[in-house]
């Protein structure tokens, strides 16, 4: 029996299929397949184009909401088989989530996704997470990366807070931070201390970094 192709596993989550995303992804276990470069071809591609589609006015929130569903039930079933596989050890502990008072999610979802596709230990707090939970949650857990999204650029100001609160709180695990958005950039993050990266691909390899820094 043949491999679910990338363009398969994209339109599962294109078209917010749940039940058949799940179904593609046991096929993907079953196999033996790659499953970091099928999750990173083919069930993320299926969530970027649902993201262009929700920015380009084509997509509302139910079908957001059911892009993300579906990708979700693949994951549930393809991390359990990363987490066990040869050589699964943990690259690192990252706590992530939406700043305080931004709402959108589907981006930092998706960084969420690929740093555990890619062997990390992944919190995510979901969306408009204040401060000190991100703080609370880094002292929990050990975090060596504190990873903060923001979509507006009323809520840029909070990535500061953040990167100045996780200096000032003396982690012992000395977490670094990195923040990504659309009005984002290197020089922001520069600005407050912390490291940038341009979308979900990005952010695995300057995680990478950040902890071999």
Not at 53 to 58: H, I, N, R, Y
Request: include cysteine; glycine fraction near 10%; charge should be negative.
């Amino acid at each position: 029996m043949s491999l679910p192709t990338p363009e398969q596993m994209k339109q599962a989550v294109v078209q917010g299929d749940a039940t058949g995303a799940r179904r593609l992804a046991s096929a993907l276990v079953d196999g033996g397949a790659d499953l970091l470069t099928a999750v990173e071809t083919g069930f993320a591609a299926g969530i970027r184009r649902v993201g262009d589609l929700w920015e380009a006015g084509d997509y509302f929130l139910p079908e957001l909401v059911q892009g993300a569903e579906a990708m979700k039930a693949a994951m549930d079933v393809i991390r359990p088989a990363l987490a066990s596989g040869p050589g699964a050890a943990s690259r690192g502990c990252v706590v992530i989530g939406t700043v305080e008072g931004d709402l959108h999610d589907i981006g930092k979802s998706l960084v969420a996704t690929l740093l555990a596709a890619n062997g990390y230990e992944v919190h995510d707090l979901g969306s408009s997470v204040p401060v000190d939970a991100f703080i609370r949650k880094a002292r929990e857990v050990g975090a060596g990366i504190v990873a903060a999204s923001a979509l507006l650029t009323t809520t840029m100001t909070v990535q500061r807070q953040l990167a100045e609160a996780v200096r000032a709180a003396d982690l012992p695990s000395r977490p670094k931070v990195l923040v990504g958005g659309a009005p984002t950039s290197p020089a922001w993050a520069r600005e407050i201390g912390a490291y940038h990266a341009e979308n979900a691909m990005s952010a695995v390899a300057v995680a990478g970094l950040m902890l071999d820094a």
